[in-house]
């Protein structure tokens, strides 16, 4: 591991925004209460990365809280870093495996998730692995309050095609779906928020899919 992740995985430690691995298990059913000390509703971003969805959601809606959720440290440290640094106090971020969120989250205490631009583990001997499989869904389905929507924003095409099967097969409420979000009529200011890998991806030309639904 390079000084540079080794001094950042150190600084997140200290981080009062950051919990890591076990720790937010203390949290489970009353992480609105007990760590964000309000009763507003909980939003999550799946698979975070820098975490600037996370934070740009937290700054637009100062009456909801925010947690980014990724496993790697050195990224989460970006997000939570520019949280603290601009005063941003409704957000916060869990370093866990994805797999393990019914661990840190009650039934229905989340309001709401978002998965931007996830790794599409397009191999077929890793469908398990794309956070919009049925192993997920199931996941999702219990953490989510009723009517609690999920938004997909991913340039791959597979992925969107993956998720929206999954969608139909499992009738699901699909609420809105676009293959080209910039040329469509969805693109509203909270669906234009680009993360650092969007801007990039958008640079190259590439289409960039949307889907939000819901389980009831």
């Known amino acids: 591991m ?7 995985f150190a600084e997140i430690d200290t981080f009062s925004n950051v919990l890591q691995l076990d720790a937010g298990k203390a949290y489970k059913g009353k992480w609105n209460t007990g760590f964000f000390k309000n009763s507003n509703p909980v939003v999550l971003e799946l698979a975070c990365g820098k975490g600037e969805y996370t934070v740009n959601l937290a700054t637009m809606f100062p009456d909801k809280n925010f947690i980014g959720i990724d496993y790697k440290g050195n990224r989460i440290w970006r997000g939570a870093k520019t949280a603290l640094e601009e005063g ?5 971020f869990l370093r866990i495996q994805i797999e393990m969120i019914l661990d840190h989250f009650s039934d229905g205490e989340v309001d709401e998730l978002w998965i931007t631009f996830p790794d599409p583990q397009p191999q077929i001997s890793r469908e398990k692995k794309r956070l919009t499989s049925p192993r997920f869904l199931d996941k999702y389905k219990l953490i989510l309050k009723p009517g609690g929507n999920i938004n997909l924003k991913t340039d791959n095409d597979g992925l969107h095609v993956y998720t929206a099967e999954k969608i139909t097969e499992t009738g699901l409420k699909l609420h809105i779906k676009t293959e080209d979000l910039y040329f469509s009529d969805y693109a509203d200011e909270v669906l234009s928020i680009k993360t650092y890998y969007e801007k990039k991806y958008l640079k190259d030309n590439k289409n960039i899919n949307y889907l939000k639904f819901s389980f009831s």
């Open 2 to 8: 390079g000084k540079d992740k080794l001094k950042r």
């Open 88 to 92: 941003v106090n409704n957000v916060a």
